[in-house]
């Protein structure tokens, strides 16, 4: 019965951080740790690098920013 | 197993039709709102598993061993391999605009039937394949835009007029959805207050969001919403204060200049100050209200009160002129086939893609779930009293206005109405009036109200949820004006830079303000033409604005085709063909009624002509002369953007027609400009 109930925490638990996981995702809050990863991922190779240091987390959201408000990103 | 999945897919189906037939034989007794979500889901449940598994597999053939541009170009930024369940939740929120609510809502003048029906049908055959074919066209060209595409696989010509037709439905979109929130908000303090309240909102999300915490999102937009919820109860008190109440109430002219100056604003500011934390917060709320308005239809599930068939299908209709075909294809646009979505299918999301088998669910998935949200907002605002929704959608020179002129006409109509009603109804609402406010979003507000009301807090919670669902619609309506205002600035400064390099420079600020200036004085001037029409505006504007956005469609099916015929897809053509043969049809037929008949109401040059004789026949007072004057020009000035677009599509269209003929004899060898096959380095199912 304990393991029982050991396992349905685990997958409440695990079910719980896959939503959050999706949230995050889907509303743009993880966009600056995806970016590490595919910068860190490639190294100073990777074409979001340009050879140099990422960007910060600031400079980040602006450049996102940036990109995503210079082209039809809203419909109607 | 496999049996259980036939029978599993054949009672789908038996459903599916159970709920279609309920609705389409229905004559003259009241139908609950559960069939039409039966009969959409199972429809598009079918045509899921069916149709779309067809086209992926015998027409595109999506490969799952050849990489994306989101695998070749990782860059982080552009080009991001995403999960498709997240990218499916980006898609949506990106297509899933005001239009799918607007446009239904206002083709209930037809009764329920013929909206629904082309809702269901238009989706499965015509928007969910333009949105996967372009998306699965752009994944294979290193995520190109539909112009560059045009370009390259039709002509030169073809990229062009998509360009100029982009910016067209651009101005005229913005224009139209300004029109509905100055229809929603006129002489509505409470209303104006809740609205005006989110740009303080906004601005201080961005500010969080630029020096607090760069980027967090979720924070920023938590607090949003609680404040929004805030400022929505607020509104009630100044409502209720009579010098706040004057300071808020605004006549539709001063709010559509309200309107224009707040767009060039938010043109010009730096985009993290205003337009994004708006457009967070506006995607929360419109995910959040597009999930309640599902479970409150489920769970109170109304009865439908608009007939079958109103008797407005002849063309006679007090909302807007025309009849019901090919009218009804023209105004329900976002929801059944948009052109406009075509823009997002080769905009980002091809760049997002992590296998091109994925383009089934995010192209094809995710318009069947904006076609649902068209068919709850069809429920919403057929589950009002027919009489009612007459009254809030005709304009004052068809229903006068007062209530008991409009309740007068409208019985005379046969949709029964008392004064009494639309008081109590405004009463409750917590408005002044209810009357001439054409443009969908206040008979939808009143439809989502009860439906919300009947769920949680009873009639005493009418005007709460009737203004909360004001501040929804208005909310995300401001985000594409916010938008759409940007991004028309930019290919306005990439127009300009053909003439003068400094103007064509993005961040140059004299070259902003005057291409802001641009933007806003296009959609601006037929914004304010609409809020003068003294037939609502919305009878001119919104059929403008149906024909450019499907006349996009037609220019993406056709570039789909010719793509597909140099792809050697002859016998899978008629997937994109027939759509096009339909919307090119249908809004060539439109766009001639528009310009030609000879009812005043419809035509533009028929009320031009009509009246311009009035003038001559000394009909018009000396100080309306002038008004009279504009209004001729406006109409004349609609004739003329029609006519331009229709004939710049029929152009595109022959030159598609003939590389056709010649690809089919082998007069010409198809070349194709796909990025070259790249085999993907990720494990299935990575």
Known sequence: ?76 | MKLLRILLWAAIALAGAAGLGAIAFDRGEPINATWFIVAAACTFLVAYRFYSAFIAAKVLALDPKRATPAERLDDGRDFVPTNKWVLLGHHFAAIAGPGPLVGPTLAAQFGYLPGTLWLIVGAVLGGCVQDFVILFCSIRRNGKSLGQMAREEVGRRGGFIAQIAVLAIMVILLAVVGLVVVNALKASPWGMFTLAMTVPIAMLMGVYLRYWRPGRVLEASAIGVALIALDVVAGQWVAASPSWAHAFSLTAPSLALALIVYGFAASALPVWLLLAPRDYLSAFIKVGAVWALAAGILFVRPVIQMPALSRFTDGTGPVFAGKIFPFCFITIACGAVSGFHSLVSSGTTPKMIMRETHARLIGYGAMLMESFVGVMAMVAACSLQPGVYFAMNSPPAIVGSTVQSAAQTISSWGYALSPQTMTDLAHMVGEQTLLNRAGGAPSLAVGMAQIFSHTIGGPRLMALWYHFAIMFEALFILTVLDAGTRVGRFMVQDLLGHVSKPLGRAGWYPSILFSSALIVGAWGYFLYQGVLDPLGGINSLWPLFGIANQLLAAVALVVATTILLKMGKRKGLWVTLVPAAGLVTVTMTASFEKIFSADPRLGFLAAANQMTAQIRSGAVSLPRLAETSRLIFNQRLDAAVTAALALMVLALVAEALYEWIRIWRGAKKPVLHEAPFVETQWAEGE
């Not at chain 1, 109930?5 to 638990?13: K, W």
């Not at chain 1, 959050?20 to 993880?30: E, K, L, N, P, S």
């Not at chain 1, 100073?44 to 600031?58: K, V």
């Open chain 1, 1 to 76: 019965m304990r393991r029982l109930i050991g396992r349905v925490f685990i997958n409440v638990r695990r079910t719980r951080s896959r939503i959050w996981w999706a949230v995050r995702q889907i509303f743009g809050d993880a966009a600056y740790e995806n970016y590490l990863r595919s910068v860190c991922v490639g190294g100073e190779t990777a074409p979001g690098s340009n050879g140099s240091a990422p960007l910060s987390p600031a400079d980040f959201y602006l450049d996102s920013l940036r990109r995503r408000y210079s082209r039809i990103s809203r419909c109607c």
